[in-house]
């Protein structure tokens, strides 16, 4: 692998006579890119996604990784789509993601062995977040990358081609000296090349590669780009990482956030400038964060001539089996892809939580982008002192669960600008039932997520709208939370009286309750001329049941954590964690909603 990054640099730097010295953008040989993918978090998505990387593959990247979940509890996943990729693209050109930090030793080492018995040749040894404990992550052997690129050096000497991540922002509030200084040791201690954290600031990357040149950090440095398809996805993405964007795309986006066609033609002129200044400055390889979605990255590469598929030479089914080899069981079995229906609007059209089938599907924190603590703060960081303003607020005195209650509430009504599962201020449409919101949460229907009905308002209104002029949008009024048993018993037999509203409802420990019908429901959908039906968010039991595990957990990893380990605050978190259910209703009468008034019901004395 490292071969093959040294030759693609040196070929772009140095092109063959043949090319003329003014070689357009779109000329191949300028650049090369590589296509990371996480493990989706459902059967069919994974299915799914070795239907898209075959097509993805073909187009031409240099090579591509799969990401890997702290702890390791998806490895056989990663693995299997690793292996995947091995088999269409061979074995140089494919690289696992591998975090250490609260790991043993037998285990790194044998995930490395079933890695390398799988012939994956290349390893981005990484340390990893996602630790239930950092107490115990103090006293554990593997605490930063550089222990797994030791690891792998003295136990598989060069079997692997080694990366590691670079951070042009910092990482975890050390600053940016010290920082360097940790990469220069990690590449010391046997890395080959850096892929960076996402980062949408050339000058910033620049400076960054020129700093790591400055300490004697020789070995090539790839930039990493995620492709901005989704408002709310991207202003998700870079509330977690807090990387740089500049603030004319922030505002060009925001001015058109419910069309999604115009939020990518502006993101990909805002990529494709960014990776002609790389370029400019003779960088030509980019890591493109796919988020495992096909058409906006493969568009980009192509465009910014990134791409050679000539250099792919894709085997068929016959010739993997020739060789022996058994092709994923997801390729065997595969369903009918379910992505025709979305394919125009790509993968989220304004939407929220995916399609359980489609490969995109997961949380934010399986994308694995980076850290989520702020890194080095800078007064530019604006969002970062949001942040620790949360944690300061949240970080209060709790003593009883009416305290917990009384964040719920201040959040919907404003005073806080995050809870752990909400990581933005309330959308305008919220505003119409925010103080009813407010009751509620006080009164233990402690909401996540919610909107109210919409019956046939025009798709350009600035509160509801959403997607192309001269459409129609609505929605079911819905709500999601979290509550005890005793309020929940409240709710079913309230509900009993509301044939419409239908109930999901789901504890820490994977037990349900689920009213009449438990079927996948359109909660938004659009009608525009000449276009079919658009439906971009659903309620889809399965997507809920695997959200759920998220949400709980987001109590302790968040929240809980915050507080000493034997602290009351600690130990009233957690067991609400254990003990409340988490809730969804749908009203199915978009016309003449009771919702909000079925839940009134539910906390009155
Ligand atoms: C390209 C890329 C891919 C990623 N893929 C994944 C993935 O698949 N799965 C996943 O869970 N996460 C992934 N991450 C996120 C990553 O695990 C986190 O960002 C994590 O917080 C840091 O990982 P690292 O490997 O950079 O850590 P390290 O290099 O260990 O650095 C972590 C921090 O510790 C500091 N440090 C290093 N050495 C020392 C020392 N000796 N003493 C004191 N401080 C030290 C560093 O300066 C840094 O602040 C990825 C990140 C990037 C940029
Ligand atoms: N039901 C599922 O199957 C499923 C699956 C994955 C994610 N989710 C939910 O999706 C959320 C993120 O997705 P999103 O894009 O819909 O979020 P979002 O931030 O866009 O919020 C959606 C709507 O809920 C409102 N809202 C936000 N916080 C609220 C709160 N605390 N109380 C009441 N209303 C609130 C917002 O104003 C907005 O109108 C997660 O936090 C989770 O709640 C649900």
Same mark, same amino acid.
């Given at each position: 692998m490292l071969n093959l990054v040294q030759a693609a640099e040196s070929a772009a730097r140095n092109p063959p006579p043949? =090319?003329? =010295?003014?070689?357009?953008?779109?000329? $191949?040989?300028r650049g090369f890119c590589s296509f990371e993918f996480f493990p989706p978090k459902t059967d069919a998505g994974v299915a799914n996604l070795m239907e898209r990387m075959e097509r993805m593959v073909a187009a031409g990247p240099l090579f591509v990784d799969v990401t890997w979940r702290s702890g390791g509890e998806t490895s056989a996943v990663s693995l299997a789509i690793a292996k995947a990729a091995r088999q269409l693209l061979?074995?140089?050109r494919v690289m696992l993601h591998m975090t250490c930090a609260g790991a043993s030793k037998a285990t790194l080492v044998s995930h490395l062995a079933t890695a390398a018995a799988a012939g994956v040749q290349c390893i981005l040894a990484l340390r990893g977040?996602?630790?239930?404990?950092f107490e115990e992550q103090n006293n554990a $052997?593997?605490?930063?990358?550089i222990d797994l690129v030791r690891l792998i050096r003295s136990e598989?000497?060069?079997k692997f081609t080694v990366a590691v991540a670079g951070y042009p922002e910092g990482h975890?509030?050390?600053g940016y000296a010290v920082n360097l200084k940790h990469l220069k040791e990690k590449v010391d201690a046997g890395a080959d090349f850096i892929i960076t954290q996402m980062v949408y600031n050339a000058e910033v990357f620049l400076q960054f590669l020129q700093d790591c040149r400055g300490i004697g950090i020789t070995c090539p440095i790839i930039p990493g780009i995620m492709p901005i398809t989704n408002y709310q996805q991207f202003i998700r993405i870079i509330s977690l990482t807090k990387v740089m964007v500049p603030d004319d795309l922030l505002d060009a986006l925001r001015a058109v956030k419910h069309d999604d066609a115009a939020v990518r033609d502006i993101g990909s002129s805002f990529v494709l400038q960014l990776i002609q200044q790389f370029q400019n400055a003779g960088v030509f390889g980019v890591h493109f964060y796919?988020?495992?979605?096909?058409e906006p990255v493969v568009g980009l590469a192509e465009t910014a001539g990134?791409?050679? $598929?000539?250099?792919v030479k894709i085997r068929s089914s016959e010739q993997q089996e020739l060789a022996g080899e058994v092709r994923p069981i997801y390729w065997q079995?595969?369903?009918?892809?379910?992505m025709v229906r979305t394919s125009d609007w790509s993968e989220f059209p304004n939407g929220r939580?995916?399609?359980?089938?489609?490969?995109?599907?997961?949380?934010?924190?399986?994308?694995?982008?980076?850290? +989520?603590h702020p890194p080095t +703060?800078?007064?530019?960081?604006a969002i970062i002192q949001k942040e620790l303003d949360t944690d300061i607020t949240i970080c209060?005195?709790?003593?009883t669960e009416q305290d917990v209650f009384e964040v719920f509430a201040k959040y919907v009504q404003g005073?806080?600008?995050?809870?752990p599962w909400c990581s933005?201020?309330?959308?305008?449409?919220t505003s119409s039932i925010s103080q009813r919101l407010a009751n509620l949460n006080r009164h233990?229907?402690?909401?996540i997520n919610s909107q109210p009905a919409v019956n046939g308002? $025009?798709?350009?209104? =600035?509160?509801?709208g959403w997607g192309p002029a001269d459409g129609l949008v609505y929605q079911k009024a819905y709500v999601e939370f979290f509550c005890d048993s005793q309020r929940l018993d409240k709710l079913e037999r309230v509900l009993s009286a509301h044939r419409h509203l239908t109930l999901h409802a789901i504890r820490a420990d994977g037990t349900e309750r689920v009213g009449a019908t438990n079927h996948t429901t359109a909660l938004t959908w659009g009608v525009f001329p000449n276009r079919e039906i658009v439906q971009p968010t659903i309620m889809d039991p399965v997507s809920f049941r695997v959200w759920s595990t998220e949400a709980f957990t987001l109590w302790q990893r968040?929240?809980?954590?915050?507080?000493?380990?034997?602290?009351t605050e600690r130990a009233l978190l957690s067991t609400i964690a254990h003990s409340y259910w988490l809730v969804t209703v749908v009203d199915n009468n978009f016309v003449a909603s009771t919702l909000f008034d079925a839940l009134d019901q539910v906390v009155m004395a």
């Open positions: 043949s =090319s003329s =010295s003014s070689a357009t953008f779109a000329d $191949p040989r061979g074995p140089d977040d996602d630790l239930d404990d $052997p593997f605490k930063y990358a598989f000497t060069n975890g509030g050390i796919t988020m495992n979605l096909e990134l791409l050679d $598929p000539a250099s079995h595969r369903p009918t892809s379910y939580w995916g399609d359980h089938q489609s490969p995109a599907f997961g949380d934010l924190s399986d994308f694995h982008l980076a850290a +989520v +703060v800078s007064p530019r960081h209060r005195r709790l003593k005073d806080i600008p995050m809870i933005n201020p309330l959308d305008s449409e233990g229907i402690l909401t308002v $025009p798709s350009t209104d =600035s509160v509801f968040h929240w809980a954590r915050l507080y000493p380990a034997s602290s």
